[in-house]
């Protein structure tokens, strides 16, 4: 196995080498903008799958534009050198790539403008980040979700996340696998690091992108995959807190948690308990794409080796 590799200043360094200064504008004040990005190693295949690569940097560069950053680099060029560095890295198991736009100027003081912006990647082995055979146990947080006047809810803001941290580690101390968020209205957001949806009545429900969500790209591939290949019809509205407890089923959708039911909410069963049937359908299904096991959806994957 070769020692691992970044990209950092324009350039391929060992991962040891990639750091930044302390005096770093991003690091003092959250200034970056961020995508995960799900590479799937398929063994029988020996081949490692990128999931929707192309969509990715293409929300990694609506956040950036959203934050009035100006990377220099395309969409093809970020995809090239994401490439390049899964090549060099030669992992042959689930990895995780974040790729960072932030601001790189080693200035102390408040503002956007007049800042450097540059790009960085990282990869890391990453395997299931919440469990989706058995599913999890969810409580709603008393921590809301930030409101788009505040920050925008739709770019993936670094500084932003210490919202869903504190949520996720209230979960945690209360015995819960994860968060569910509410936004300032009182409607349900989303999870801290996932999009949520409920299926009643053969109909799969999830908040509207004004109820202040990450506009999820698996989410999008979950709907999808429910119109085309279940038949089922999607809605797209707020959500009262009290239906997620009379729900059929519920699931969670993310790049780090695939699509996971969840069984339990504020310690009250969704349905009866367990993953319900349209939940495994679509993971069936799902994880059939991403491991390269299923050709109707090949042009989400881009091939490594």
């Known amino acids: 196995m070769p020692q691992p590799t970044a990209y950092l200043n324009g350039d391929f360094v060992d991962l ?14 959250g200034t970056g903008v961020f995508e995960g990005i799900r590479g799937n190693w398929n063994e029988e295949n020996q081949q490692l799958y990128i999931f929707k690569l192309k969509e990715h940097i293409n929300r990694i560069l609506n956040s950036a534009k959203i934050m009035r950053f100006e990377p220099e680099l395309s969409n093809q060029q970020m995809c090239e050198i994401i490439i390049k560095l899964v090549e060099k890295n030669d992992y042959k198991e689930d990895i995780y ?11 102390v003081g408040l503002r956007m403008h007049k800042l450097e912006d540059d790009f960085l990647v990282y990869i890391v082995p990453f395997g299931d980040y919440l469990d989706p055979s058995k599913g999890i146990n969810c409580g709603t947080s ?11 809810v739709r770019a993936k803001v670094t500084g932003i996340y210490v919202n869903n941290s504190m949520a996720k580690t209230e ?12 936004n300032m209205d009182g409607h349900v957001s989303e999870g801290t690091g996932e999009n949520i949806a409920i299926i009643k009545n053969n109909k799969i429900i999830s908040p509207s992108v004004s109820d202040n969500i990450l506009e999820g790209i698996t989410l999008e591939t979950a709907l999808d995959i429910a119109k085309k290949d ?6 797209r509205r ?12 519920v699931l969670m959708t993310g790049t780090a948690a695939h699509i996971t039911p ?7 069963k969704i349905g ?25 959806y090949g042009e989400w994957l881009t091939k490594i080796f």
């Open 16 to 29: 040891n080498d990639a750091k930044i200064s302390i005096v770093t504008h991003a690091f003092n004040y």
């Open 97 to 107: 790539i974040r790729p960072i736009i932030y601001k790189s100027s080693e200035i």
């Open 142 to 152: 008393s921590i809301r979700r930030i409101d788009d006047s505040m920050v925008p």
């Open 171 to 182: 979960a945690f101390l209360n015995g819960y696998d994860e968060a569910i968020m509410l």
């Open 230 to 235: 279940l038949s089922l019809d999607i809605e």
């Open 238 to 249: 707020t959500i009262d807190r009290s239906e997620l407890y009379i729900a059929d089923e």
């Open 262 to 268: 969840v069984v339990s909410i504020d310690k009250m």
């Open 272 to 296: 009866n308990g367990k993953p319900g049937p349209i939940s495994k359908k679509l993971q069936e299904k799902y994880f059939a794409i991403i491991k390269g096991q299923d050709n109707d």
